[in-house]
């Protein structure tokens, strides 16, 4: 079973940076798509970034690109947002998933990811 936990978040203000992590002390998810997805009070969880087992292929949501960048280090086991030139909208608790098809491209949608960590909250201020 992949457990993940997901650390970084944090109050910050408008115009900062953030790097979440996202790790597991469970089995490797180096043979996993990872996601990140954010949902903000009274919203619907969305997809913010995905990228592939290998690292090779990264998706990222219209609202994010050019701001945030997901990576990961597969002897770490370990994935990263970094968040940059944040905004308040951007406030949010940001959740990793895992998406253990590592033969199909990589989604932006939350069926595709059977395990979900517990979420760390970004609070952006103006």
């Known amino acids: 079973q992949v457990q993940l936990v997901e650390s970084g978040g944090g109050l910050v203000q408008a115009g900062g940076s953030l790097r979440l992590s996202c790790t597991t002390s469970g089995p490797t998810i180096s043979n996993y798509h990872m996601g990140w997805f954010r949902q903000a009070p009274g919203k619907e969880r969305e997809f913010v970034s995905a990228i592939s087992w290998s690292g090779g292929s990264t998706n990222y949501a219209d609202s994010v690109k050019g701001r945030f960048t997901i990576s990961r280090d597969n002897t770490k086991n370990t994935v990263w947002l970094q968040i940059d030139s944040l905004k308040p909208e951007d406030t949010a608790v940001y959740y990793c998933?895992?998406?253990?098809?590592?033969?199909?491209?990589?989604?932006?949608?939350?069926?595709?990811?059977?395990?979900w960590g517990q979420g760390t909250q970004v609070t952006v201020s103006s």
């Open positions: 998933a895992a998406d253990r098809d590592r033969w199909r491209g990589i989604s932006y949608l939350r069926s595709a990811y059977e395990y």
